[in-house]
């Protein structure tokens, strides 16, 4: 007779300061991105200053959509452990307000599973 298969215990479940780890990693992904968002009033002034002075603003005009591309492409590709689908992402968007994966609900901020089921 076949044995049923025996249940392999979760990796994620069975280590919570992992867990915890990853979980931070993917706030602080957020935490960037959003600061990044909330510093474009500044960036939009200091181009103005530049702009006004006679400078060129190529330069600060890359490097800040450079730091902007990273930090979103940083979040974007953050991996939930409860699901293991991109924790921002459900269409092709990223959901910036969001602090839960937008497909089981696991919170950034406990280390606790919440499922929306």
């Known amino acids: 007779m076949s044995q049923p298969p025996q249940e392999q ?16 990693r993917i706030g602080r992904a957020r935490t960037r991105l959003v600061v990044c968002f909330w510093t474009l009033p500044v960036y939009v002034v200091a181009i103005w200053v530049l702009l006004n002075n006679g400078r060129n603003i190529d330069s600060m005009m890359w490097i800040y959509m450079a730091v902007y591309a990273g930090f979103a492409i940083d979040m974007s590709m953050r991996h939930c452990p409860a699901c293991q689908k991109q ?9 910036l ?21």
């Open 9 to 24: 215990p979760d990796p994620q479940k069975s280590n919570p300061a992992r867990l915890a780890k990853r979980l931070r």
């Open 97 to 117: 307000l969001s602090k839960r994966c937008v497909h089981c609900g696991q919170s950034t901020t406990s280390s606790e599973f919440v499922s929306k089921d």
């Open 87 to 95: 924790f921002y992402v459900k269409s092709i968007f990223l959901n």
